[in-house]
């Protein structure tokens, strides 16, 4: 068979770790093991796309290298899919260095929040930032992620809270997915707080949310999932219902900040309302475990959340994989709870912290974050059509990704077929 010419081929891997086959439904339970290794492998790009994927020889085989065919030796280096990270609250003004002390000294999350503080703060600095400043603090953080092997990222509003704010958020982010390669998800996420203008009239700002702010954000094509911060004194179960059937009708998935500090029965609530994805999940009662279990409802973990709040209990990770649950895990990047964007960070958490295997980890930062942000069909795995996005780590095993915590691996990153971090 004569091959057709590549753009670009990367070639004699140590490891090559495709997550090949979990396209259609995110990997559950013991399937998130499954990693799809192969030794010396290699991957054939072509117009963007992956053309091949396979032990080298085989690959050399079916495609020609011309020319004009960029070809990288990534013998004694581990391949990956390009990263995913389907949690962040990646546009904000200012940062919450402060918090520190305070954390440190004991004072909880919830409690920095009541005195109008925590997310409160970064709504007053980002209501007050113009749009350009936003867009220069969001560059220089994809810049960063990008360098750590993210490729795809989700994106949350939030820290707006009026539908001006809101919607400029939103702008923002569509901003950020022209000017730099990551690309991004955006996500509403109105209900993020209580305003202070309705301190006294929350319910008020849930009528608003229901009656004007997600139908304009609809209209306006600005957002493909909306999310709502459930948890003691922000929104109630009640009122998120509320705020997601709402998004729903109008045609947005769903996802859930659930159970993060209290369990409030936010995993129950976010496979009643068929939410792509339940987010945090600290506090998710037996219950919750089990119905996520029998869900396809992807369960985002977050803990380098934990990890930075100091807090001692960590989501109960290993029970939701033992009973069938599909495990994904992100950076939840905000400037309070989680200044951390680094996936590579999360995962060294998320094996020594939530006792995670690192074939587990690995899925749980691919494919299965993928379907946590609908968009398993092009990234999240090595597999011929999907987009090329690959990570190379300076790394003999994907084991040692995790092992290694605390210094980025990352050699080279390609996005869409394109070398966009190293060489
Ligand atoms: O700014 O503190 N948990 N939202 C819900 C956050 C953390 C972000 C923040
Ligand atoms: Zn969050």
Redesign the pocket.
Same mark, same amino acid.
């Given at each position: 068979m004569t091959g057709e010419k590549v753009d670009l081929l990367v070639r004699n891997a140590a490891e090559l770790v495709t997550v090949a086959g979990g396209s259609a439904r995110p990997r559950r339970g013991r399937e998130m093991a499954e990693i799809g290794l192969i030794e010396d492998g290699a991957v054939a790009v072509k117009d963007g796309r992956i053309l091949a994927v396979g032990r080298t020889a085989g690959v050399m085989e079916r495609v020609k290298v011309g020319e004009s065919t960029t070809v990288i030796d990534a013998s004694g280096k581990v391949v990956l899919p390009g990263l995913v990270d389907p949690h962040t609250?990646l546009v904000f003004a200012g940062s919450r260095e402060y918090e520190l002390e305070m954390k440190i000294e004991g004072v909880g999350y919830l409690e920095i929040l009541a005195r109008g503080g925590?997310?409160l703060d970064?709504v007053r600095a980002t209501r007050a930032a113009g749009r350009e400043d936003l867009i220069a603090a969001g560059l220089k953080y994809l810049g960063e992620m990008l360098a750590q092997g993210t490729t795809t990222a989700e994106a949350k509003s939030g820290y707006g809270l009026t539908l001006a704010d809101e919607v400029k958020m939103l702008e923002v982010v569509r901003e950020l997915a022209q000017r730099q390669p990551v690309d991004l998800v955006p996500t509403f996420l109105g209900a !993020?707080a209580v305003p202070p203008e309705y301190r006294d009239d929350p319910g008020g700002y849930v009528d608003l949310l229901v009656e004007e702010m997600l139908p304009a954000v609809v209209r306006a094509g600005l957002a493909e999932f909306c999310d709502v911060?459930c948890e003691e004194g922000v929104f109630s179960v009640e009122q998120t219902r509320r705020i997601l059937a709402r998004a729903r009708d109008l045609g947005l998935k769903l996802k859930l !900040?659930a159970d993060?500090i209290v369990s409030l029965g936010g995993a129950e609530l976010a496979v009643e309302m068929g939410a792509t994805s339940a987010d945090h999940l600290v506090h998710v009662s037996e219950e919750g475990i089990r119905r996520l279990a029998r869900s396809n409802t992807v369960a985002v973990l977050l803990p380098a959340t934990t990890f930075c709040l100091m807090g001692g209990q960590y989501a109960p990770a290993r029970e939701m994989i033992e009973q069938g649950a599909a495990v994904a895990l992100a950076s939840d990047f905000?400037?309070?709870?989680s200044p951390v964007n680094s996936l590579p960070a999360v995962m060294g958490i998320a094996c020594r912290q939530l006792k995670m295997k690192p074939a587990e980890v690995i899925t749980a930062v691919t494919i299965n974050a993928a379907h946590a942000i609908g968009r398993a069909a092009e990234v999240g795995s090595l597999e011929p059509g999907k987009k090329a996005d690959l990570v190379i780590f300076d790394a003999p095993s994907y084991r040692y990704l995790m092992y290694r915590f605390g210094t980025n691996l990352v050699q080279t990153v390609i996005k869409s077929g394109k070398i966009v971090v190293g060489g």
């Open positions: 609250h925590g997310i970064t !993020h911060f !900040h993060e905000n400037p309070g709870s």
